[in-house]
């Protein structure tokens, strides 16, 4: 007899912040202007300037349902509904090595302290390409769900990153197909889905982060630990040291609830600025390997996740991030090809200029990767090399 599915249910998004915040001044892409010759002109203009801007945009009409997005939410929460001990089963191997398919919980990636046990209170779950070259070992919540997911997936790919590539490429007067041919899904590369949950805060916590925030606001993001041996509390939260980033691949797709907690920093003026959801849109950004690739003529923005405002903090938040990168054996070079480029003077990026070997987006990856959890995160908290003739900063 067959076993009855339960259902997904629905997923309940929070009423938008009424607070006044400052927000960034992004612009909204309408793909359904992609279908003609000429509207992709207007396109690839605007986006080139928006991504020379701020890095930071949004996109609407990319045909993708909000009802799809929606059940995609719902995978995430049923699967954070999940106890810790399923979960864990979930964590990849390679995590120390800079390995990220599948579950990473709570603490894992950042810690405040290694004497007090402090963490973060963000778990992640990462599900790879659908494309063969990567096990699909999850738990029933999201293998119920895999072909849904593997078709949101490929419409993602499709129906925004394709366009997207494209546009930029018609901006840098290349063949169309010259940024797609290095992102096909059926190639071996790092994109990946995921969902993040950050956990719930006590009022005792949150007034502990309206402290915190008066003076250390914008390093910090709230953690939480079940014990503090210092202060003999059963319940203690803190905020984490964290630096912002930015994301090493091509662009990242971001669904979110009407929650506001992302913060980018305006690349021309330097201050930290709200991102402001949007209604039936996704928050995009460029990152390091087109960055890399155009000879720094693309933006790869630094931003960083924030609590929340003060009418939105009673809620868990749930994230859903789409992350696209170019093929593993990619070569990270400046694209020579491009007049745009040559005219601009965009013609080396950080390796080439220093002379160092150009990495593969695969070396890329593993190594910020690493970096990531090892090096400005780890204990010693320090601006380290992400590789030779790249020396990330630790932005504050
Ligand atoms: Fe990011």
């Not at 992640?124 to 072909?147: E, M, Q, S």
């Not at 494209?166 to 071996?188: F, G, N, S, W």
Request: hydrophobic share 35%; with cysteine; net charge neutral.
């Amino acid at each position: 007899m067959p076993v009855p599915v339960p259902a997904l249910g629905s997923f309940e998004y929070v009423a938008e912040t009424k607070e006044h915040l400052p927000w960034a001044d992004l612009v909204t892409l309408d793909l359904s202007l992609y279908a003609t010759p000429k509207g992709r002109k207007e396109l690839a203009k605007t986006l080139i300037t928006a991504v020379r801007e701020k890095g930071f945009f949004y996109v609407r009409n990319f045909g993708v349902s909000q009802e799809a997005v929606n059940r995609q939410f719902a995978i995430g929460k049923a699967f954070y509904d999940l106890p810790l001990e399923e979960k864990l089963r979930y964590v990849p191997d390679n995590f120390d090595k800079g390995g990220f398919n599948g579950y990473m919980p709570a603490g894992r990636i950042i810690s405040v302290d290694p004497n007090t046990g402090l963490k973060d209170k963000v778990e992640v779950y990462n599900i790879p390409k659908f494309n063969g070259d990567f096990t699909h070992d999850h738990p029933a919540p999201v293998l119920r769900n895999l072909p849904e997911i593997e078709q949101f997936v490929r419409d993602l790919q499709t129906k925004v990153v394709e366009p997207l590539l494209t546009l930029v490429a018609i901006a840098l007067e290349l063949p169309e197909d010259y940024l797609r041919k290095m992102h096909q899904y059926e190639v071996k590369s790092e994109d990946h889905i995921r969902h993040v949950h950050e956990v719930l805060e006590t009022p005792y916590e949150r007034q502990r982060a309206a402290l915190e925030l008066g003076t250390r606001a914008h390093r910090y993001i709230y953690v939480h630990i079940s014990s503090a041996p210092a202060t003999g509390l059963s319940a203690f939260s803190a905020f984490a040291k964290i630096a912002s980033v930015s994301d090493l691949g091509s662009f990242t797709l971001l669904f979110r609830q009407p929650v506001a907690g992302l913060q980018i920093q305006d690349p021309m003026t330097e201050e930290w600025k709200w991102v402001k959801p949007q209604n039936a849109t996704l928050t995009v950004n460029t990152c390091d390997a087109l960055q890399l690739l155009t000879g720094g003529y693309v933006r790869s923005t630094i931003h960083r996740v924030m609590p929340p405002p003060k009418d939105q903090q009673h809620v868990d938040r749930l994230g859903l991030l789409y992350f696209s990168r170019p093929h593993n054996d990619v070569k990270l070079a400046t694209i020579q090809d491009s007049p745009v480029l040559q005219r601009e003077g965009y013609i080396k990026n950080p390796f080439e200029a220093s002379g160092n070997p150009v990495p593969t987006m695969e070396e890329w990856t593993f190594a910020k990767q690493k970096w990531q959890r090892t090096g400005y995160l780890g204990p010693q908290r320090a601006s380290k090399e992400v590789l030779p003739g790249f020396p990330e900063k630790v932005y504050t």
